[in-house]
């Protein structure tokens, strides 16, 4: 089993930058699939950014060009690096671990605010 915790979240001006991090217990975290996720309030939850067991990555149209996704397999850890920060990047920020065959595993979510 994995558990999630994302952490790095905040109150931003516009324009500002967030790195958020989500860390991953266990020893097989270099196994999975990450995704950032994110959620605001009345809309459905939607991905912002992935990357691979490999380090493959793919963005959302809306965050290409001043979101960047890494992880550091050692640290068990996978950062969301925000810049740019718009009001409309409001939202709770969920990371999901995932595996072909296996469950997902889904962190508590960390909270954004990008005032104007």
């Known amino acids: 089993q994995v558990q999630l915790v994302e952490s790095g979240g905040g109150l931003v001006q516009l324009g500002g930058s967030l790195r958020l991090s989500c860390a991953a217990s266990?020893?097989?975290?270099?196994?999975?699939?990450v995704g950032w996720y994110r959620q605001a309030p009345g809309k459905q939850r939607d991905v912002v950014a992935t990357i691979s067991r490999f380090g493959s990555t793919n963005y959302a149209d809306s965050v290409k060009g001043r979101f960047t996704i890494s992880r550091d397999n050692s640290k068990s850890t996978v950062y969301l690096q925000m810049n740019s920060l718009k009001p409309e990047d409001t939202a709770v920020y969920y990371c999901?671990?995932?595996?072909?065959?296996?469950?997902?595993?889904w962190g508590q979510g960390t909270q954004v605010t990008v005032s104007s």
């Open positions: 999901n671990a995932n595996k072909p065959g296996w469950p997902n595993y």
């Open positions: 266990g020893n097989v975290f270099n196994m999975y699939g």
